[in-house]
């Protein structure tokens, strides 16, 4: 089973959708998590932190669910640029801070 | 304040060839990552640095693969005698300090093996 699991889509939605993605991660003991965002052939970048209690940035929601080991990630009124993979990452801190990506879940957005 | 820098940004090698890839972290960061994405796929942990120690290479091939980041300079990764399935984009990131996750990407090296 793989560290971080995630649907590799491709999600194909229109303008102005909500769209929304999970993640699931095998280690208990993981203690921190993220949402990245890749455009293609470029470097990953950082957008946003997943806390406990759940967090929103703009039209981005974050979501955790340590019981069920489940990460999500809620894109509101999308846009054409939000076009792009989008990696869940997971921080295996037991093991020397090993920081685990998934595969990515690949979104486009239609005009 | 530069970013992560890596270099070189291409590298076409062939088969049986040494490939050398540098990466020098943001000023102030000490922890350095060498990440592997092969086309199509997620990025794969290879190894974590840290200033003349190794902390983590469980995801780095036991054969022809090296990393070091030494007390002075930048981080190297090494891939001797290359084979076509080495042919890859390999990032390397930088935190400035453990187990927060957050992590500052270089643009990557694309080797190119014939």
């Known amino acids: 089973r793989k560290e971080v699991e995630q649907d590799p889509g491709p999600f194909n939605v229109p303008e102005g959708a909500t769209v929304a993605f999970n993640c699931t991660y095998s280690?208990?003991?993981?203690?921190?998590f993220f949402w990245y965002r890749q455009d293609c052939r470029k470097e990953p970048k950082l957008l946003m932190s997943?806390?406990?209690s759940g967090n929103e940035d703009g039209r981005f929601t974050a979501q955790l669910n340590r019981a069920s080991q489940y990460i999500s990630l809620l894109i509101r009124d999308s846009k054409l640029s939000d076009s792009a993979t989008y990696l869940c990452?997971?921080?295996?801190?037991?093991?020397?801070?090993?920081?685990?990506f998934g595969s990515g879940t690949r979104l486009s957005i239609r005009p | 304040n530069a970013g992560v820098m890596q270099n070189p940004r291409h590298l076409v090698r062939r088969r049986g060839q040494e490939a050398r890839l540098r990466c020098s972290p943001m000023?102030?960061?000490?922890?350095v990552y060498w990440y592997r994405q092969l086309p199509e796929e997620g990025l794969k942990f290879m190894v974590y640095?840290?200033?003349?120690?190794?902390?983590?290479e469980s995801g780095m091939p036991k054969e022809r693969f090296s990393a070091e980041f030494p007390k002075e300079g930048p981080s190297i990764l090494r891939i001797q005698q290359v084979v076509r399935g080495d042919s890859a984009a390999y990032f390397c990131?930088?935190?400035?300090?453990?187990?927060?996750?957050?992590?500052?990407f270089g643009e990557g090296s694309r080797l190119t093996v014939l």
């Open positions: 990452v997971v921080n295996i801190a037991s093991s020397a801070s090993k920081i685990i």
């Open positions: 640095l840290q200033k003349e120690n190794i902390i983590d």
């Open positions: 280690n208990s003991a993981s203690q921190s």
């Open positions: 990131a930088s935190s400035p300090q453990t187990n927060t996750g957050e992590l500052f």
């Open positions: 000023k102030g960061h000490s922890h």
């Open positions: 997943v806390y406990s």
